[in-house]
Nanobody
Framework: VQLQASGGGAVQAGDSLRLSCATS?????MGWFRQAPGKEREFVAS????????THTESVKGRFTISRDNAKNTVYLQMNSLKPEDTAVYYC????????????????????WGQGTLVTVSS
């Protein structure tokens, strides 16, 4: 499956952005990761196929929300109250695993990755 992430941009602290990840076909578990300059890639959020279960990393809880529209083969990451430390390239990823759980926090869990979209938050 191919993934196309979009929606990044340059914003001010406190602003909102919505990232989208369009997939070329049906996907099971989806995730968002990010990589800031000079840092390792980190998990942001994941969602199961139906959207009934989600996981968000602690630093974004209450500010970011992952969701999906299976009719459109698209996964979203709504980002509110953005902070300068959210600056990173954001990547979406798809997993063919059938069991949704803590494993979704790890990059190795995913089979396909999008190209990334840059989010820059200034203070």
């Amino acid at each position: 499956v191919q993934l196309q992430a979009s929606g990044g941009g340059a914003v001010q602290a406190g602003d909102s952005l919505r990232l989208s990840c369009a997939t070329s076909g049906r996907t099971l578990i989806m995730g968002w990761f990010r990589q800031a300059p000079g840092k390792e890639r980190e998990f942001v959020a994941s969602i199961n196929w139906s959207g009934s279960s989600t996981t968000h990393t602690e630093s974004v809880k209450g500010r970011f929300t992952i969701s999906r529209d299976n009719a459109k083969n698209t996964v979203y990451l709504q980002m509110n109250s953005l902070k300068p430390e959210d600056t990173a390239v954001y990547y979406c990823a798809a997993s063919s695993a059938r069991d949704y759980g803590l494993g979704s926090r790890f990059g190795a869990y995913y089979d396909s990755w999008g190209q990334g979209t840059l989010v820059t938050v200034s203070s």
